[in-house]
């Protein structure tokens, strides 16, 4: 009778530990199936038409994004625009293709600092990428 008791507890603690395995292993696989590393600093591009922008003179801003994951995901893209010489400014971009454009005229001659801002379902990132006016 002693030994039918251990038997019945350590089948029961047994099926226990298996379902709590069977469990984590379920959630470890949900959280494997998105983005496993998180965007790099490499992997988002700028890029403006006319490749020199003038003062002035619209030009269009390009954010392009090298990462599969991320590229096929719809995100909400800002540019906060910074100079020592203007004050800043926040514009919205909108997807066209695989790429986020906006227009932008600069007021101003200077060497610039346009920080992207992407904000995914869970995630917000920014990205500061250089960029220079001329006359």
């Known amino acids: 009778m002693l030994y039918r008791t ?28 998105g983005r496993s590393q998180p965007l790099k600093f ?13 003062v002035n ?5 390009i954010v392009k994004v090298d990462n599969a994951s991320y590229a096929k995901q719809e995100a909400e893209v800002q540019l906060q625009i910074n100079s020592k010489s ?17 227009a932008y005229s600069f007021p101003a001659a200077a060497d610039y600092t346009i920080t992207i801002h992407m904000y995914y379902e869970d995630e917000h990132y920014s990205f500061a990428k250089p960029l220079q006016v001329g006359e």
């Open 57 to 61: 003179q619209e030009a269009k801003l």
């Open 42 to 54: 490499s992997e988002v591009s700028l890029a403006s038409e006319p490749a020199a922008p003038k």
């Open 86 to 102: 203007t004050l800043p400014s926040l514009i919205d971009m909108t997807k066209t293709g695989d790429n986020y454009e906006a």
């Open 6 to 33: 251990i038997r019945t507890r350590k089948r029961k603690g047994t099926a226990g530990v298996l379902a709590v395995l069977s469990i984590l292993l379920l959630l470890s696989g949900c959280a494997s199936s």
